[in-house]
């Protein structure tokens, strides 16, 4: 029996949820967001409150009850308050700067790498090192601070490159020889 897909959403004020068939359409004032749902799952709309249920109790069901729940979940949250992601770049004379809609990222290569904004994420580099990643699509940002990361990832001798504000990077002691 999922627990989190038979809890309930409801659906503060501000925000207009429709259902059309297998597709939700969440509005709010941060945006807008459309997913469509797995046609084995059912949501019913009833006094802004949003409930998931299956059909039957086979394995995949299962699986898609709280997966589906939870995503709903996380696009209401999207459109009322943004994701964000904190990266933070460790290393000497590595830094973050953005120009335009382009973050630029010294990191130790030959030549700077850019990336460009995806549509619906947003950078900001309030100090050289450090970048946060905004949007409503918690997906998306999950996506985009995981593609900046792998410019760089940490290594384990130094701690040189990019992780997550809230990562630990287990340190190895390298050699220890004469």
């Given at each position: 029996m999922?627990?989190?897909?038979n809890k309930p959403i409801t659906?503060?004020?501000?925000?207009?949820v429709n259902l059309d068939g297998q597709k939700i359409t969440v509005k709010g004032p941060k945006g807008t967001l459309e997913r469509e749902i797995h046609n084995n799952m059912s949501v019913k709309l009833?006094?802004?409150?949003?409930?998931v249920t299956r059909p039957n109790d086979e394995?995949?069901?299962r699986s898609l009850h709280g997966l589906t729940r939870t995503l709903i979940n996380n696009m209401i949250q999207g459109v009322s308050k943004e994701f964000t992601k904190q990266l933070e770049i460790n290393g000497v004379g590595y830094?973050?700067?953005?120009?335009?809609?382009?973050?630029?990222?010294?990191?130790?290569?030959?030549h700077p790498v850019k990336?460009?904004?995806p549509e619906g994420i947003t950078f900001e580099v309030p100090n050289p090192n450090t970048i946060i990643v905004r949007g409503i699509d918690?997906?998306?940002?999950?996506?985009?601070?995981?593609e900046?990361?792998?410019?760089?990832?940490?290594?384990?001798?130094?701690?040189?490159?990019?992780?997550?504000s809230d990562e630990h990077i287990r340190r190895k002691e390298g050699k220890t020889g004469k």
């Open positions: 999922s627990r989190i897909g659906v503060p004020e501000g925000i207009e009833e006094n802004g409150v949003i409930t394995k995949e069901n830094r973050a700067a953005k120009q335009g809609k382009t973050l630029v990222l010294t990191i130790g290569y030959s990336m460009d904004e918690k997906e998306l940002v999950g996506q985009t601070a995981a900046v990361r792998t410019k760089r990832p940490p290594e384990v001798y130094r701690g040189k490159g990019i992780k997550y």
